[in-house]
């Protein structure tokens, strides 16, 4: 069940998602790799889930790492429905 909101990280390859993870943890930041939500389209099955007051940090890191995404997505609930918008 999807609470109100939750924020993911995308890839297009499972070697970039492994290598986003383990930068992120890094920084001990709690993230939980999951499923890629099938509201965001693209070709890696694995997605990262992080807290949104961690989404800064995290695209700090992503930046300063070169780590390759397709984007940080918010999924949330809208007419019953679920939607992922493309945050960055």
Known sequence: M?????????????????????????QEINIKTIPTPREISVSCGLSIKFDYNDLNWINNIIREN???TS?????YRKEGK????KLI
């Open 66 to 68: 070169n780590l390759s």
């Open 2 to 26: 999807l609470n109100n909101e939750m924020y993911v990280i995308a890839f297009d390859s499972t070697h970039h998602a492994i290598k986003s993870e383990k930068e992120i943890k890094s």
């Open 82 to 85: 679920r939607v992922a918008e």
């Open 71 to 75: 984007g940080i997505y918010k999924i």
